[in-house]
């Protein structure tokens, strides 16, 4: 099939590239010049593992290129995914205008059918705005449809998730609509769930609304452990067995990042809110995953004594392993409020710096985590990456003026570290 994805961020993308190796030919389209320029001298302007490999392959093969015009793509394509961004306002609610703007563009420039499909994350009625909005702006007699695909994809596993999904989802209001994505999806073995498209975009924020709630519970739960003396890592694990429940997103520490968890949360909580739902619920969790980061910084207090003119050594920057976003991270703000405390940073992450350099002001960014804990007062791990993981422990230990480890990320067993004469503390663990 012939597929134009508007939109060339983490989303887009990967699911232009993913869709090449189902067989398709697709178009990528970006209003960023310098964007497009890049990624057609096969650059990729983020990381993902395995992404730039598989732009290479397809647009050698010529089943994946680039384009910064819509009109274009629209010319070209059977299908057309919106995949731009949809930041968030200052209230939490989703801006949608680059939506209006992409779909004005689209619908003008049809001249046949064509199937309109949201992949961005958009507040449910959304498809309705943009069934309005072509109905306006197209040329007369121009048939169409307007689907729902929302998509699931983990930053640092995203092209295994689009490639083995847990399910595919699509909104559809037609028969032709549904056949259309079925057959560009044959290639993939999943259940494929169809829905009507308000269901299929409430589906997306209800999603990561209840990650983000499991994982603000696990903390709440921390907290319980360190008071009780238990540890929430064996806490977890047996919570986990429990079918009804699953491990996964049951990681105590300091609490979720990126851009889609936070924002999701806050623009669920201000789609019901409009709906005349106060879901409370949700800002609790909010309000639990904000004070896990203040949490982190006391115990780094707590460890130092005194927290000015001391030198910390941070252990990733990413908000999470296998990636370089730095949107929403939580090192952000920990290292801003060190920062006002009188600390002196040296930090290390093994993708990310280079977006980290014009966000985090004042700190010296490391080659390796070695150089970052030479004459440091202690470490704290920010994000697990299986390199921090794996670190040379006796080597920190002797790089370090004092063996302090603060672990935001429990990546280590609390008795394997103090038998190593570490001060090692960690979340939701007896620090005893």
């Not at 970006?30 to 598989?54: H, T």
């Not at 079918?243 to 979720?256: C, N, P, S, V």
Request: glycine share 8%; proline share 3%.
């Amino acid at each position: 099939m012939k597929i134009s994805i508007i939109g060339t961020g983490y989303v887009g993308l990967v699911t232009g590239a993913c869709f090449a190796e189902l067989g398709h030919d697709v178009i990528c389209i970006d209003n960023d010049a310098s964007k497009i320029q890049a990624l057609k001298k096969l650059q990729v302007p983020f990381y993902e593992p395995g992404l730039e490999e598989m732009v290479r392959r397809h647009v050698r093969k010529g089943r994946l290129s680039f384009s910064g015009q819509i009109a274009h793509g629209v010319r070209k394509s059977d299908v057309i995914f919106i995949a731009i961004g949809t930041p968030p306002k200052e209230n939490g609610e989703a801006d949608l205008t680059g939506i209006e703007n992409v779909v004005r563009t689209i619908a003008k420039s049809m001249r046949s059918y064509r199937l309109i499909v949201e992949k961005s994350t958009v507040p449910v009625d959304t498809g309705c705005r943009v069934r309005q909005t072509i109905e306006i702006c197209k040329a007369k007699h121009v048939p169409f449809d307007v689907a729902s695909n929302p998509e699931f994809l983990r930053e640092g596993q995203a092209i295994h998730d689009f490639l083995h999904p847990d399910r595919i989802v699509i909104g559809v209001e037609s028969a032709k609509a549904e056949k259309i994505l079925r057959q560009l999806y044959a290639g993939i073995r999943a259940p494929l769930i169809v829905t009507d498209i308000k269901s299929a975009e409430l589906i997306k924020h209800a999603s990561n609304s209840f990650l983000a709630l499991k994982i603000s519970y696990i903390n709440a739960v921390a907290r319980v452990c360190e008071a009780a003396g238990a540890d929430v890592e064996r806490v977890a694990e047996g919570m986990g067995m429990d079918g009804r429940i699953g491990r996964a997103f049951l990681d105590a520490g300091i609490g979720f990042g990126g851009f889609c968890l936070p924002k999701d949360l806050e623009a669920f909580v201000r789609i019901s809110q409009k709906l005349g739902y106060d879901f409370g619920l949700l800002k609790e969790a909010k309000r639990i995953n904000e004070s896990q980061k203040e949490l982190f910084v006391r115990k780094i207090e707590n460890s130092l004594w005194n927290i000015k003119d001391k030198t910390i050594a941070v252990a990733g920057l990413a908000f999470k392993p296998d990636t370089d976003d730095m949107r929403f991270a939580p090192s952000v703000d920990i290292i801003a409020m060190l920062q006002q405390l009188g600390a002196r940073i040296r930090a290390y992450d093994p993708q990310a710096t280079g977006k980290a350099r014009g966000l985090l002001k004042d700190a010296k960014f490391c080659r390796d985590i070695y150089e970052a804990a030479r004459g440091s007062d202690c470490l704290i791990i920010v994000t697990d990456w299986d390199e921090i993981k794996k670190m040379d422990l006796k080597r920190i230990k002797k790089l370090l003026k004092q063996p302090i480890i603060i672990d935001g990320r429990n990546v280590f067993e609390p008795s394997m570290l103090k038998a190593m004469g570490f001060s090692y503390v960690s979340i939701g663990r007896s620090q005893l």
